[in-house]
């Protein structure tokens, strides 16, 4: 048996998939917040450049990667499928389980694939500087890795608990080059608004989204825009290269899925591994597609499907998605880079489609499934791939309840080696499970009561 499948540079995919283009309900429209209309390009414009934004509304079915963008892929592209034997031994069950290892990138996650790409994009559109927030660190190193390749500044501004909490992507920015602030900042209105309502804030993603998007558009130079690591089209497109690698070298192994499985945040490395599979989907063939996402802030498996903010202070279009409203505060669980409160309109779409699953695991489920892999398997998971792992458990004890067997794709999204603190609070005992209370959804909800319904 053939533990690790690669694929040369020469296979590595030369083209993204565009999944708008087989969608059976296309999603709707981003609204504009005050007009109720639907977004034109025009409004984006001091968003991003326009280069993204038409990637954002295409319905081509494959958009061409730029050599420059390939170039800079082939630095850890394409990333190793690798059969994990003895995960499946630990577990005794009917499976075969694949995973894709997105964990070997500089950054150690898939962000890169799109922070590459849209480094390269602003590159081309004249930009020579790029704002973004960052959870637990991982988009913020990602983006400042890309910017340090492609010569572009680089502002992070970064959620205060995880900045304070976890100095080391903090550092690995600043080796590449990059700013990197504590959200809410006073460098900001909408920092400074929050931090008067509460000095103490901890931060969270939202926040340090709306200052990150208004020191893009208040930079009076013109050459500063922002860039977000997940939920947009554009970013997702740029992810599929995962599921194209993949599904060419499961192929190779002379294999295909029936189980494909992501963890779930703002939704791009599940769509990123999965998109390519949901087209043989969507043309009949018969698998079950997972998104596994944290009963902590339980997005898709107990929000309603709404037109939301993307963001706190209401800077972003609303988006029709799966939301726990836009003032939603998760409880600071370890795995940062699940806590959004959203999920982006494609996965979204595909949720009310039918077309995928969404599961929620527990912290201690999915610490459990990321040490047992880690004793089996020897990679230390991200907090956030665990709750993939989780999944892969919960397919794995079904199969064998059922005696039936079963193979398993799953995405290794990134590794946990600057999460260690996060598994000292586990195997030292201090983690506990937690399922939000009714009231608090129905409480973060009430925002939401006036908006346009899709
Ligand atoms: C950011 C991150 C996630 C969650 O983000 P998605 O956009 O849902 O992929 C998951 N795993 C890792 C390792 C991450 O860094």
Redesign the pocket.
């Known amino acids: 048996m053939t533990k690790k499948i690669f694929l040369t540079e020469d296979e590595m995919p030369r083209k993204w998939y565009n999944i708008a283009a087989d969608m059976p309900n296309p999603m709707p429209p981003p609204l504009h917040p005050g007009t109720g209309q639907p977004v034109g390009p025009d409004d984006l414009a001091p968003i991003f450049p326009m280069n993204l934004i038409e990637q954002e509304v295409s319905t081509e079915r494959e958009i061409a990667i730029p050599d420059e963008v390939l170039q800079i892929y082939r630095i850890w592209r394409p990333t190793p499928l690798v059969r994990a034997e003895r995960f499946e031994k630990l577990l005794d069950a009917p499976v075969k389980i694949y995973f894709k290892n997105?964990?070997v990138s500089p950054p150690?996650?898939?962000?890169p694939n799109t922070a590459v790409a849209q480094a390269y994009y602003n590159k081309v559109a004249g930009i020579k500087r790029i704002t973004t927030e960052t959870?637990?660190g991982?988009?913020g190193s990602?983006l400042a890795f890309a910017c340090c390749l492609l010569g572009l500044e680089c502002k992070v501004y970064m959620v205060k608990i995880s900045f304070q909490q976890k100095p080391y992507r903090r550092l690995m920015m600043m080796t590449w080059g990059a700013n990197c602030i504590a959200s809410p900042s006073d460098e900001t209105q909408a920092g400074r608004t929050i931090l008067s309502r509460n000095p103490d804030s901890p931060g969270s993603l939202g926040i340090a989204i709306s200052e990150a998007v208004e020191a893009a558009v208040s930079d009076p130079s013109g050459e500063t825009r922002y860039s977000l690591?997940?939920?947009l089209n554009h970013?997702l497109l740029h992810?599929t290269v995962i599921g194209l690698e993949a599904k060419a070298q499961i192929e190779k192994a002379g294999d295909y899925p029936d189980v494909v499985i992501?963890?779930?945040?703002?939704?791009?490395?599940?769509?990123?591994l999965s998109f390519a599979f949901l087209r043989d989907k969507i043309n009949g063939k018969d698998i079950q597609v997972i998104a596994a996402e944290p009963t902590s802030c339980p997005t898709m498996t107990r929000g309603p499907y709404a037109y939301d903010f993307g963001d706190t202070v209401q800077m972003t279009p609303l988006l029709p998605m799966y939301t726990l409203g836009h003032n939603f505060m998760p409880p600071p669980i370890h795995a940062g880079?699940?806590r959004?409160h959203g999920m982006?309109p494609l996965v979204s779409q595909l949720v009310r489609d039918g077309l995928v699953e969404p599961r929620a695991y527990p912290n201690l489920d999915t610490f459990k499934a990321g040490v047992d892999f880690a004793r089996s398997e020897g990679h230390i998971p991200?907090p956030?791939?665990s709750h993939a792992l989780a999944a892969v458990v919960d397919v794995a004890r079904q199969a064998k309840a059922e005696g039936k067997e079963k193979t398993i794709l799953v995405n290794f999204?990134?590794?946990g080696l600057v999460d260690l603190t996060a598994y000292d609070a586990y195997l030292s005992g201090q983690l506990t499970n937690y399922a939000l209370p009714e009231e608090e959804i129905v409480k973060a909800l009430k925002d939401l009561e006036n908006f346009p319904k899709p």
């Open positions: 997105e964990s150690g996650s898939h962000k959870g637990a991982q988009w990602a690591g997940s939920v970013v992810q992501g963890c779930a945040g703002g939704g791009s490395n599940f769509a990123g880079g699940l959004y982006a991200a956030e791939t999204s990134g590794h």
